[in-house]
């Protein structure tokens, strides 16, 4: 007999692998109309299986935000992985430089500092690093803030024994095309006429990830919340709800009042990221009702009388941030329709050293 949702235990997080695999069919097919490479990044999903698929589909490696989350692919099969992060600190050096001869492996830098840090350990280990330098193009979290710095690294990594400069990465601003394709033209132009090979120019996001092609140079892109996408995902524009692939099953457990209905799931399967959205989720089943507060084990919705969830009711929630509910969860529930297909460990939880 086939396990359908109703029989799981909740809170429980579904992924409709039938929009997944739409989801990242409709990717690469526009990562290939344009001639740019996917790399998709794994933190969204955190599950080897989906990592795999993704490659499978066409996808010319993955990217993993922590070097854990690397070890963690490494070790289910992946082979050709990007750290889009500053490693830092002796131990994980050592860890970085002993995943680097097992893998085709490349890590980002945006300082002298970090730069030093690999060209060292790389020497001792005597293996070579691929260092892709970062650029803030308008985000304003990591990344050179100039293209004369992104240079200056790239000298640096150009006479090391030890490293070799890979390229320029950035992860823009959402909303920022504009912006990003005159940061990017800039910096290409500068190194063109310093002589020096750019040989990837890599960019991400999913929020603007149908608009990468106008980013002239850009020859690879890492989107990550596609392969689920969530409500801020629709919210921004970049899929609708019938795209969305992720959503957590939850049940009222209370109802206080004719208008107030509670919850078993709270900022421990939510999160509280609201991501400038009123509430924090969208409720499949009552598009009207407000997921109003969160502690961390109760989510309380708010909804008038006649279409609130009566007690002991399911409902499918889309997050507002899937990214987060995949750290939380031991397992997710791969579906078809209502029927249960997988119990699937999400092998990269809590990776984030």
Known sequence: MSLTIDKLATPSVLIDIDRVRANLRRAQDYADTHGLRLRPHIKTHKVPALARLQVELGACGITCQKLSEAEVMADAGLSDIFISYNIVGA?????????????????????????????DAARAADVTLTVLVECDTGAGRCGVATADAALDLARRLEGASHARFGGLMTYPKA?????TAAWIAGALDLFARAGMAVPVVSSGGTPDMWRAHLVPGVTEYRPGTYIYMDRSQVAAGAATLDECALTVQATVVSRPSETRAVLDAGTKTLTSDLLGLDGF???????SARVDALSEEHGVIQADAEVLPALGERVRIVPNHACVVSNMFDRVYFVSGDTVLDAVPVAARGCVT
């Open 175 to 179: 909303g920022g095309t504009e912006q």
């Open 281 to 287: 989720g969208h409720v499949l089943s009552c598009p």
């Open 91 to 119: 131990d994980k050096l050592s860890r970085l430089t002993a995943l680097a001869r097992r893998i085709t492996l490349s890590v980002a830098a945006d300082s002298a500092y970090t730069v030093s840090g690999y060209i």
